[in-house]
């Protein structure tokens, strides 16, 4: 048996478990995703303590030695308390078995190897013993210490079993495979459980959305997204829940002429924006944008995580393209418009996944809406008007929007993709010389609602909008200043034109 103390069980918060549970008669380890992250030299600060009896009578027991608070979740026999920077969490080592049509499982009390027998992969089945005589002791039944160095993703019961019994289990298989992945030592999901996982695609269906989403968002989050998505379409679970994305595959071929192979390209993009994101978040260019308290301003700070919500735009940025394809002989294949179909798409396919309609599906409706405009910008000629326009389209957004473009451009001719770059600097240049000369990412118009009721004396109807959109697009298009004397003036002149007089003094 192996005991490896040093370094993985040298935080006070074990000993101090190991003393509180001989002290009750019961045997502690800590299992799962801190044992191997150990291994893997990966920062961790959530531990799981599992103990062969209550898991709750162990956490109050080492609360009272550190006089900790303890959150009790008794429908599930389980407890957490915080300790010096880490989170704790113990639950009684269980057995469980599963009806094929619930995700709710049979729970029994079981002894620690039955606990591991139930753990979804072998690297996360691994147990350190707390016991003061083996204290530090590998506890590794299914060789996950093994399967850990060759960097495979098994699971300790036949597959089949492992993923009817819990279904999330075959996005977690992908989520770890991507997330443990790097250059150096890559992981990869065993044949037999790929296979598996194509037998029980449909399972998924019986799962919450929202238990989905929440994986997904881990994958988007990897280093490499692109191999969750890869491995999740060769699995058919992709098309369980996105199946606008899987319809993205292929290329079709008319008189000798294909179009670029759009899920590939989509991928691409994902992998590039968390590149281009990391380096940006690097280099302080990147900012957040909160509402104050009082609802009238906003707080800035500086992005130093990345933002999931930006990568679901990569992710849904062409999903109007298989909508919008067509064949023009003589011309070859387009996709007019498929940014427009595709942010029209975007709040169903949040709907459908259960995730907000808040503005965080609002900021990915507006990048997928936008991402052409910047390039738009360059072949129409760079005008101010332009320019002025896109920034107040995309407000806050701004950056992230010219992030995503520039993540967009996946050409394989070295020469376009040096010219697109080059055209988008050349934009970017514009738009801090028109948002430094005329502050339209904050725009407000200078002629509200209750301005024109007021000197007009009518009513809430149309012809406030109507005049309210003419100074806007004056202001914007460069005929006036954002001057209140000068919105003032063209507001009384349309008025005019639309049958209305001021009031007497107004």
Same mark, same amino acid.
């Given at each position: ?54 898991? +709750?009578?162990?956490?109050?027991? +080492? ?37 094929? $049509? *619930? ?25 350190? *013993? ?163 308290? $009082? ?9 130093? *995580? ?90 806050? $957004? ?19 993709? +040096? ?76 008025? +005019? ?10």
């Amino acid at each position: 048996m192996q005991t490896i103390t040093q370094g993985f069980l040298d935080a006070p918060v074990f000993a101090i478990v190991s003393e509180a549970a001989a002290e009750m008669g019961v045997r502690a380890f800590v299992i799962g995703g801190y044992v191997r992250d150990c291994f893997l030299g990966r920062p961790n600060k959530d531990i799981d303590i599992v103990v062969e009896g209550s898991g +709750v009578a162990l956490a109050e027991a +080492v609360a009272r030695k550190i006089h900790a608070r303890v959150t009790v979740f008794r429908n599930f026999g389980t407890a957490m308390l915080h300790y010096k920077g880490v989170e704790v969490e113990f639950v009684g080592a269980r057995k469980e078995s599963y009806q094929r $049509d *619930s995700r709710k499982p049979i729970v029994e009390d079981g002894t620690l190897e039955e606990d591991q027998l139930r753990r979804d992969f072998t690297i996360n089945a691994m147990a350190f *013993s707390l016991q003061k005589e083996d204290f530090g002791a590998l506890v590794d039944p299914f060789g996950g210490i093994r399967d850990l160095s060759a960097g495979i993703i098994r699971t300790p019961l036949e597959p089949d079993r492992t993923y009817s019994d819990d279904p999330l289990r075959m996005l977690r298989a992908i989520r770890f495979a991507t997330q443990l992945s790097t250059r150096e030592h890559a992981f990869t999901i065993v044949p037999e459980s790929l296979e598996s996982m194509c037998r029980m695609a449909t399972r998924l269906q019986i799962l919450s959305r929202e238990r989905i989403v929440e994986e997904v968002n881990k994958m988007l989050l990897a280093e490499r997204p692109s191999m969750a998505f890869r491995l999740m379409d060769q699995t058919h679970l992709l098309e369980q829940f996105l199946p606008q994305l899987v319809q993205l595959k292929g290329v079709e071929t008319v008189e000798g002429k294909g179009h670029k192979e759009n899920f590939s390209h989509t991928l691409q993009v994902v992998d590039n924006v968390v590149e281009m994101e990391a380096e940006a978040i690097r280099g302080g260019l990147l900012h957040d944008y909160e509402p104050e308290a $009082d609802g009238d301003g906003r707080v800035e700070s500086l992005r130093t *995580s990345p933002n999931v919500w930006l990568r679901w735009a990569a992710l849904l940025h062409d999903i109007g393209k298989s909508a919008s394809k067509r064949y023009t002989p003589g011309q070859g294949w387009t996709f007019h418009g498929h940014e427009v179909i595709g942010a029209r798409m975007v709040p169903k396919i949040f709907k459908d996944l259960k995730m907000t309609q808040g503005d965080k599906m609002k900021y990915v409706q507006k990048l997928v809406g936008l991402h052409l405009r910047p390039i738009a910008l360059v072949d129409e000629g760079v005008t101010d008007s332009a320019v002025r326009r896109l920034l107040f389209d995309a407000g806050d $957004d701004i950056d992230d929007l010219m992030l995503l473009c520039h993540a967009d451009i996946t050409s394989k001719n070295p020469a376009k993709v +040096v010219r697109l770059h080059r055209n988008f600097e050349l934009v970017k240049r514009k738009l801090a010389e028109v948002e430094a000369k005329d502050a339209i990412r904050n725009f407000k118009n200078p002629i509200t609602g209750d301005y024109i009721m007021d000197v007009f004396g009518i009513e809430p109807c149309n012809t406030i909008g109507q005049i309210k959109e003419y100074v806007k697009n004056a202001i914007l298009d460069g005929v006036i200043e954002n001057d209140f004397a000068e919105a003032d003036r063209l507001m009384r002149e349309k008025a +005019v034109e639309l049958g209305l007089r001021p009031l007497e003094g107004k």
